[in-house]
């Protein structure tokens, strides 16, 4: 899971799920580190809502919540070139 790999480096971060009942062991292991959200990523609004509330919450966000289709690597961490 990519926000328990963030958040175990010492980032904080959103993560998301339909239901965000199933985020509670992330948040019992890492507290206010970590903003569990509801997202049906279906719903584009949605989509922009949470995204605004990590950005509320935290400043910014330093690559996407769901990687793109096929990527193993954040963009901030992929070589240039």
């Not at 899971?1 to 959103?14: C, I, P, S, V």
């Not at 949605?46 to 509330?53: D, I, K, L, N, Y």
């Not at 950005?55 to 070139?81: I, K, M």
Request: a neutral charge.
């Amino acid at each position: 899971m990519w926000a328990e790999a963030a958040l175990t480096r010492g980032d904080q971060g959103a993560a998301t799920a339909r239901r965000p009942e199933s985020l509670h062991s992330l948040v019992d292991t890492y507290g206010d580190s970590v903003l569990p959200l509801r997202l049906d990523v279906t719903d584009r609004a949605a989509v922009t809502a949470a995204v605004q509330r990590a950005v509320d919450e935290f400043g910014h966000l330093v690559w996407p919540p769901s990687p793109p289709s096929g990527c193993t690597t954040p963009p901030s961490r992929r070589s240039r070139g």
